[in-house]
């Protein structure tokens, strides 16, 4: 489970992020979605403990991610949206220093089986340097499940990966939340998220503008898919943030 | 024109973006423009004025000797860093495809390629000329077009190895294997600059010292009438010189024109080698299908009683084993060793007494030649995860662990070699017992704790995004790090002078066995704990603090 309480990241004069609460249940996959710059990234980071959170508590697994770093971050699985990783490893001596930093048991046999299913088998034993974009994200993958973690967090899933594998990540990332798990996923892919969250929230000028599954967001605004519901919500979240920002008359 | 005012305008919105490190870089140059400014004004004035000198002639020969000396070190200097320079700014760049995409010819893309290579080979070179000639043109009461003929000449000389670096790098880059041009660019530039400094150190200029006054004169007069030949450093000196009475010689001119030569047919051939496709090399190496399921080798399961930290031991040994970035810095640390060893080699003194001060201060050396290991080896060693810093981040281990187990990776060979140079510098400069004893002693001290330091102060300013390991100490925090290094070496000397001093006093007395001894030793241990943890903790806290894009 995710847990966001009242969220608030500032980065000099500005607020990325103001006040933003929600939770993400066991077995559940949840979108995250906004424009650019609304502020998914930084939610993101805040949850993942890349960053600290000028306000508010956020709990993986239970446990507060700033005060109780280590224990979260053992339940913690995350997919960042940009596949950095070491260049000069292997595939498969990536994944064994991360079995051993995770302390997965029998993680050798793990890393194998995710190999496999994600076809990479082949490639394993070559530097990382060597592999395209995709092979590269479908690694990220693999290194972010090994230790069947309680909470995945995927930051931007589908870039670089080709259809076949787009559409195996996409039915890994339900069959991953069916096993009691939290999924937590940011995209601007409508289509994406129409597929697979249970829910979404849709973030805005740093504040959630909308939330809820797709049947309420539609009773909610009026609107029939979630595209159009996207820029219904984010639309109205521009104008309220306008009118806030506004002078007020003396 | 236009494509050259859109890079200037990127470099300011640079500054802006992060002044402080701006401010931290010109002020560090400007300290070091005005203790060469000041160093040359005085050896100039000290070289007329001496006595051994005795005509005006000689020493305007010696000075022009001296500047073409520093001009052929300069040269090679630049042209050992040209290599990996011209490979990224001319193929590798990221802006590269987009500039070629502009609606402008491509060998105009590749004049601001080649300018970019020359401005990063060649300006810090030049940066470090510009005090010596300006000290020497004050010093010598040059005429004003001095000042703007000596700035050309230098300028010019150092293009004609950005020139020829440029066209080795694309024979390189025909040659090397798919995807390891950058590698072996770099080694090779840090074999040759190794080479270097050893080949410098082997002349031995304290044998200067053993000559008489008049084998100094005969000395001083074969130097003075020395030529290099008719080549590139002398036409620069030639034109120096001439400038001062406010001539313009012919060398200037033959150097103004090679090198606009050289660097116009540079960016021709780089613009049809990139066209042709010739760079090859860049290009990554197509993964092989191997399926084999391969085990952990022999060397990394001895590794796994240390838990995680033995695992990050193991990933940091991979990758220095297989980055020539990495690596060739070990290389470096090895000239530093070898010239220090045959410094210390070829002391010859006849007196004990004098043998244990030399030992003594020998101490204070050994430390800073640590100080300088670890700012190469250690301290950078954080900042080395990269971008794949949040790998160890959204991990389940605290920012401690990371920096322990970082502090326990560079450990073992700065010990190795604290320890292993202060007992053969001991053994070299033939030190009484005390001595002896307390050399190793102080060598190990000095490496534990400028390894904390490095790791500690390296983890507490982290540079994630350095691309070269060498950029990494280039920060405030890298000079926090020489400073007080360098104070501890101080630091533990002063602390040893005193049984030092007691072993002159009496010399057939073994200090370390009496209990002031004892205590003494024991002081030196906690400080060199002390030391060693503050920064630790520091680091381990800011490290923790640390957010990406801070």
Same mark, same amino acid.
């Given at each position: 489970?995710?847990?966001?309480?009242?969220?608030?990241?500032?980065?000099?004069?500005?607020?990325?992020?103001?006040? @933003?609460?929600?939770?993400?249940?066991?077995?559940?996959?949840?979108?995250?979605?906004?424009?650019?710059?609304?502020?998914?990234?930084?939610?993101?980071?805040? %949850?993942?403990?890349? $960053?600290?959170?000028?306000?508010?508590?956020?709990?993986?697994?239970?446990?507060?991610?700033?005060?109780?770093?280590?224990?979260?971050?053992?339940?913690?699985?995350?997919?960042?949206?940009?596949?950095?990783?070491?260049?000069?490893?292997?595939?498969?001596?990536?994944?064994?220093?991360?079995?051993?930093?995770?302390?997965?048991?029998?993680?050798?046999?793990?890393?194998?089986?995710?190999?496999?299913?994600?076809?990479?088998?082949?490639?394993?034993?070559?530097? %990382?340097?060597?592999?395209?974009?995709?092979?590269?994200?479908?690694?990220?993958? $693999?290194?972010?499940?090994?230790?069947?973690?309680?909470?995945?967090?995927?930051?931007?899933? &589908?870039?670089?990966?080709?259809?076949?594998?787009?559409?195996?990540?996409?039915?890994?990332?339900?069959?991953?939340?069916?096993?009691?798990?939290?999924?937590?996923?940011?995209?601007?892919?409508?289509?994406?998220?129409?597929?697979?969250?249970?829910?979404? $929230? @849709?973030?805005?000028?740093?504040? %959630?503008?909308?939330?809820?599954?797709?049947?309420?967001?539609?009773?909610?605004?009026?609107?029939?898919?979630?595209?159009?519901?996207? &820029?219904?919500?984010?639309?109205?979240?521009?104008?309220?943030?306008?009118?806030?920002?506004?002078?007020?008359?003396? | 024109?236009?494509?050259?005012?859109?890079?200037?305008?990127?470099?300011?919105?640079?500054?802006?973006?992060?002044?402080?490190?701006?401010?931290?870089?010109?002020?560090?140059?400007?300290?070091?423009?005005?203790?060469?400014?000041?160093?040359?004004?005085?050896?100039?004035?000290?070289?007329?004025?001496?006595?051994?000198?005795?005509?005006?002639?000689?020493?305007?020969?010696?000075?022009?000797?001296?500047?073409?000396?520093? #001009?052929?070190?300069?040269?090679?200097?630049?042209? /050992?860093?040209?290599?990996?320079?011209?490979?990224?700014?001319?193929?590798?760049?990221?802006?590269?495809?987009?500039?070629?995409?502009?609606? !402008?010819?491509?060998?105009?893309?590749?004049?601001?390629?080649?300018?970019?290579?020359?401005?990063?080979?060649?300006?810090?070179?030049?940066?470090?000329?510009?005090?010596?000639?300006?000290?020497?043109?004050?010093?010598?009461?040059?005429?004003?077009?001095?000042?703007?003929?000596?700035?050309?000449?230098?300028?010019?000389?150092?293009?004609?190895?950005?020139?020829?670096?440029?066209?080795?790098?694309?024979?390189?880059?025909?040659?090397? *294997?798919?995807?390891?041009?950058?590698?072996?660019?770099?080694?090779?530039?840090?074999?040759?600059?190794?080479?270097?400094? #050893?080949?410098?150190?082997?002349?031995?200029?304290?044998?200067?010292?053993? =000559?008489?006054?008049?084998?100094?004169?005969?000395?001083?007069?074969?130097?003075?009438?020395?030529?290099?030949?008719?080549?590139? *450093?002398?036409?620069?000196?030639?034109?120096?010189?001439?400038?001062?009475?406010?001539? !313009?010689?012919?060398?200037?001119?033959?150097?103004?024109?090679?090198? =606009?030569?050289?660097?116009?047919?540079?960016?021709?051939?780089?613009? #049809?080698?990139?066209?042709?496709?010739? !760079?090859?090399?860049?290009?990554?190496?197509?993964?092989?299908?191997?399926?084999?399921?391969?085990?952990?080798?022999?060397?990394?399961?001895?590794?796994?009683?240390?838990?995680?930290?033995?695992?990050?031991?193991?990933?940091?040994?991979?990758?220095?084993?297989?980055?020539?970035?990495?690596?060739?810095?070990?290389?470096?640390?090895?000239?530093?060793?070898?010239?220090?060893?045959?410094?210390?080699?070829?002391?010859? !003194?006849?007196?004990?007494? /004098?043998?244990?001060?030399?030992?003594?201060?020998?101490?204070?050396?050994?430390?800073?030649?640590?100080?300088?290991?670890?700012?190469?080896?250690?301290?950078?060693?954080?900042?080395?995860?990269?971008?794949?810093?949040?790998?160890?981040?959204?991990?389940?281990?605290?920012?401690?662990?990371?920096?322990?187990?970082?502090?326990?990776?560079?450990?073992?060979?700065?010990?190795?070699?604290?320890?292993?140079?202060?007992?053969?510098?001991?053994?070299?400069?033939?030190?009484?017992?005390?001595?002896?004893?307390?050399?190793?002693?102080?060598?190990?001290?000095?490496?534990?704790?400028?390894?904390?330091?490095?790791?500690?102060?390296?983890?507490?300013?982290?540079? #994630?995004?350095?691309?070269?390991?060498?950029?990494?100490?280039?920060?405030?925090?890298?000079?926090?790090?020489?400073?007080?290094?360098?104070?501890?070496?101080?630091?533990?000397?002063?602390?040893?002078?005193?049984?030092?001093?007691?072993?002159?006093?009496?010399?057939?007395?073994?200090?370390?066995?009496?209990?002031?001894?004892?205590?003494?030793?024991?002081?030196?241990?906690?400080?060199?704990?002390?030391?060693?943890?503050?920064?630790?903790?520091?680091?381990?806290?800011?490290?923790?603090?640390?957010?990406?894009?801070?």
């Amino acid at each position: 489970m995710i847990e966001v309480h009242d969220l608030a990241k500032r980065y000099g004069r500005i607020e990325a992020v103001r006040g @933003v609460s929600f939770t993400a249940y066991p077995g559940e996959v949840l979108g995250l979605l906004g424009p650019n710059g609304a502020g998914k990234s930084t939610t993101i980071k805040a %949850i993942t403990g890349l $960053i600290r959170p000028t306000r508010g508590r956020v709990s993986l697994a239970g446990y507060d991610v700033v005060k109780e770093s280590v224990a979260a971050k053992t339940h913690l699985g995350y997919v960042p949206d940009r596949p950095y990783l070491y260049q000069k490893l292997t595939g498969r001596e990536l994944l064994r220093f991360l079995s051993q930093l995770r302390q997965v048991e029998d993680g050798a046999a793990k890393a194998q089986k995710w190999l496999e299913f994600f076809s990479l088998q082949d490639f394993a034993n070559e530097l %990382i340097e060597t592999y395209s974009h995709g092979m590269r994200q479908k690694l990220t993958f $693999i290194a972010a499940l090994l230790h069947d973690p309680k909470v995945l967090i995927i930051d931007e899933p &589908m870039v670089g990966l080709d259809p076949r594998a787009s559409k195996q990540v996409r039915q890994l990332m339900i069959d991953y939340a069916d096993k009691g798990n939290t999924v937590l996923l940011t995209t601007h892919s409508m289509e994406v998220a129409e597929a697979v969250a249970d829910r979404v $929230i @849709v973030v805005s000028k740093g504040a %959630i503008a909308g939330e809820g599954d797709l049947e309420a967001l539609r009773q909610q605004t009026g609107e029939g898919n979630l595209e159009e519901i996207f &820029m219904r919500l984010t639309e109205e979240a521009s104008q309220t943030r306008a009118s806030e920002q506004e002078p007020t008359p003396a | 024109m236009m494509i050259f005012a859109m890079r200037l305008r990127g470099a300011l919105n640079g500054v802006k973006t992060n002044p402080g490190r701006y401010v931290f870089v010109f002020g560090f140059l400007a300290l070091v423009y005005w203790a060469t400014f000041a160093m040359t004004r005085r050896a100039v004035r000290f070289l007329y004025s001496y006595e051994v000198v005795d005509t005006i002639d000689l020493a305007s020969a010696i000075a022009q000797r001296s500047l073409e000396a520093l #001009f052929i070190i300069l040269m090679l200097g630049v042209a /050992f860093s040209v290599l990996t320079t011209a490979i990224t700014t001319l193929y590798s760049s990221e802006d590269l495809p987009f500039l070629l995409s502009l609606p !402008v010819p491509a060998v105009q893309v590749f004049y601001l390629k080649v300018t970019e290579t020359y401005l990063n080979a060649a300006l810090l070179p030049a940066i470090f000329t510009l005090p010596v000639l300006v000290g020497v043109g004050l010093e010598l009461g040059a005429a004003p077009s001095y000042y703007v003929i000596s700035l050309a000449a230098v300028l010019a000389l150092y293009a004609i190895p950005v020139a020829i670096g440029g066209f080795l790098s694309l024979l390189l880059m025909r040659v090397a *294997p798919a995807g390891r041009v950058k590698e072996a660019s770099t080694a090779l530039s840090v074999v040759l600059a190794a080479g270097l400094i #050893f080949g410098l150190r082997a002349l031995r200029p304290e044998q200067i010292a053993d =000559l008489s006054p008049e084998q100094f004169r005969i000395f001083l007069e074969r130097y003075a009438s020395f030529e290099v030949g008719w080549l590139p *450093p002398s036409w620069a000196s030639q034109a120096v010189w001439s400038a001062i009475g406010g001539d !313009v010689s012919a060398g200037a001119y033959f150097l103004a024109l090679l090198s =606009l030569l050289l660097l116009w047919m540079m960016a021709r051939f780089a613009a #049809f080698a990139y066209r042709e496709g010739w !760079v090859r090399s860049l290009e990554s190496g197509t993964p092989k299908l191997d399926p084999t399921v391969r085990p952990a080798a022999w060397w990394e399961r001895l590794f796994r009683p240390l838990g995680r930290t033995g695992s990050i031991i193991v990933k940091d040994i991979r990758l220095l084993v297989r980055d020539p970035t990495q690596w060739s810095q070990l290389l470096v640390l090895v000239a530093l060793a070898g010239v220090y060893l045959v410094s210390v080699g070829s002391v010859q !003194v006849e007196l004990q007494r /004098f043998r244990d001060v030399l030992g003594t201060l020998n101490l204070m050396f050994l430390g800073f030649l640590l100080a300088g290991v670890g700012v190469r080896t250690a301290y950078p060693i954080v900042s080395l995860e990269g971008e794949g810093f949040w790998m160890l981040r959204t991990g389940p281990l605290s920012s401690t662990s990371i920096v322990m187990s970082k502090f326990w990776n560079a450990l073992p060979v700065m010990a190795i070699l604290g320890f292993g140079l202060g007992y053969t510098a001991a053994r070299l400069i033939d030190v009484s017992p005390t001595l002896a004893f307390v050399s190793p002693i102080a060598g190990l001290s000095a490496a534990i704790v400028t390894t904390g330091l490095g790791i500690g102060l390296g983890a507490a300013f982290p540079r #994630f995004d350095a691309t070269n390991p060498s950029e990494i100490p280039l920060s405030p925090g890298g000079l926090l790090y020489m400073t007080l290094s360098l104070a501890y070496a101080t630091l533990m000397t002063l602390v040893l002078a005193w049984p030092a001093w007691q072993t002159l006093r009496r010399p057939g007395e073994f200090y370390w066995s009496q209990p002031e001894g004892l205590v003494l030793l024991g002081l030196i241990t906690l400080l060199t704990l002390l030391v060693t943890v503050l920064p630790l903790l520091l680091g381990s806290r800011r490290l923790a603090q640390y957010e990406p894009g801070s």
